[in-house]
C-alpha cells in the first residue's frame, strides 16, 4: 500500500468512526504505521473536516516529538508511537471516545468474558489501564501495560483503545469492543451473567486464528 492510499484510508476510518458515533468531533485519533515511521490523525481537526494531507508524519525511533506535516499531530501521540515500538505485530491504533467504553472507564471496570468476541482480543478480560492525564508519558506507559498480550483496553476516565495487524482489523475491534462493553453494562442492570471460562474462550480463540478481515488496507 503507497503512502498516499494509506492516508486516504485513514480519513475514512475516522470519519466511519465518526458517523457510527464511537467518536465525536474531534474526540478520539488514529494511527497507521508505514515503514519505520507512523501516520497519525493531527490535533483538533472533526473528523468532517479531515484530509489526507493534513496527517502528520512521525519517525518512530525519535523521541523529541518531531513531526512532517502542515498540522501537528494528536496530542495522544505517544501511546500510538509506543504501542508500535512495543508491539512490532501492531501496525495500527485506534483510540475512540465511545459511550458505553467510556462509561465502564469512568468506573474502571474492565470487561470480562461475557461473549465470546472476547476471544478476538488475546485474553479473558480487556484490561483498564490506569488514569494519567492526556497526552502524557504516563499515560502512555499506563496503556503500554494495560495492552500486554492484548488487542485492546479501556482506559481509566477516558475511552477505549483497540490495535492490530492492519488498519481494518483495529477498526473493526473497536467496534467490537464497544459492543462488548454495550452488552457487559446492559448485563449489569439486570443482576450480572455468566462469565466464560478459559477453556470456552480457548475454543472460540482458535477459530479467530484463522480468521482474516477482507479488506485492501494495510
Known amino acids: 500500500m503507497t503512502e498516499a492510499s494509506l492516508r486516504a484510508d485513514l480519513v475514512a476510518c475516522a470519519k466511519e468512526l465518526d458517523a457510527s458515533g464511537l467518536n465525536r468531533g474531534s474526540a478520539g485519533n488514529l494511527s497507521a504505521r508505514i515503514g519505520g515511521a507512523m501516520l497519525v490523525t493531527p490535533s483538533g481537526i472533526p473528523a468532517g473536516a479531515l484530509e489526507p494531507q493534513m496527517l502528520a508524519r512521525m519517525e518512530l525511533d525519535r523521541d523529541d516529538g518531531h513531526w512532517e506535516g502542515p498540522l501537528k499531530p494528536s496530542t495522544e501521540w505517544r501511546f500510538h508511537r509506543d504501542l508500535m515500538r512495543a508491539r512490532p505485530d501492531f501496525h495500527a491504533v485506534v483510540h475512540a471516545h465511545a459511550p458505553f467504553s467510556t462509561i465502564l472507564a469512568i468506573r474502571r471496570k474492565p470487561i470480562p468474558a461475557v461473549h465470546y468476541m472476547m476471544a478476538a482480543f488475546g485474553g479473558s478480560e480487556i484490561r483498564c489501564a490506569g488514569y494519567a492525564c492526556f497526552g502524557t508519558a504516563e499515560l502512555s506507559a499506563e496503556v503500554v501495560t494495560a495492552m500486554e498480550s492484548r488487542m485492546g483496553c479501556l482506559m481509566a476516565n477516558h475511552g477505549m483503545i483497540a490495535a492490530g ?14 459492543a462488548l462493553a454495550h452488552q457487559y453494562y446492559h448485563v449489569l442492570q439486570i443482576g450480572g451473567g455468566y462469565i466464560l471460562t478459559d477453556v470456552e474462550l480457548a475454543e472460540a480463540a482458535k477459530g479467530f486464528a484463522s480468521y482474516a478481515m477482507q479488506d485492501k488496507r494495510a
Do not use: D
Not at 483495529?170 to 467490537?176: R, S
Open 165 to 178: 495487524p492492519s488498519l481494518t482489523r483495529a477498526v473493526w475491534l473497536a467496534h467490537e469492543l464497544e
